[in-house]
């Protein structure tokens, strides 16, 4: 089954064929949260992106 992706992140998707690699693609997507991010708060919209670290120790990973 195909996933099913939002209009921002469909958009977002269009990127990845310019992207020479996975981790280009996923530091792409990060600047690019955390640029809406930003934008949003200057509608009153707050919203924060959690860091890898905090995934990482969800997974069973440490801080380090």
Same mark, same amino acid.
């Given at each position: 089954?195909? #996933? #099913?992706?939002? =209009?921002?992140?469909? /958009?977002?998707?269009?990127? #990845? =064929?310019?992207? /020479?690699?996975? !981790?280009? %693609?996923? $530091? %792409?997507?990060?600047?690019? !949260?955390? $640029?809406? /991010?930003?934008?949003?708060?200057?509608?009153? *919209?707050? @919203?924060? @992106?959690?860091?890898?670290? @905090? #995934?990482? *120790?969800?997974?069973?990973?440490?801080?380090?």
């Amino acid at each position: 089954m195909d #996933k #099913k992706y939002g =209009e921002l992140m469909s /958009a977002l998707l269009h990127k #990845k =064929e310019q992207c /020479a690699s996975d !981790a280009e %693609f996923r $530091t %792409f997507l990060l600047e690019s !949260a955390r $640029t809406l /991010a930003t934008d949003l708060a200057t509608y009153g *919209v707050e @919203v924060s @992106v959690r860091p890898a670290s @905090v #995934k990482s *120790v969800r997974n069973g990973g440490d801080w380090n």
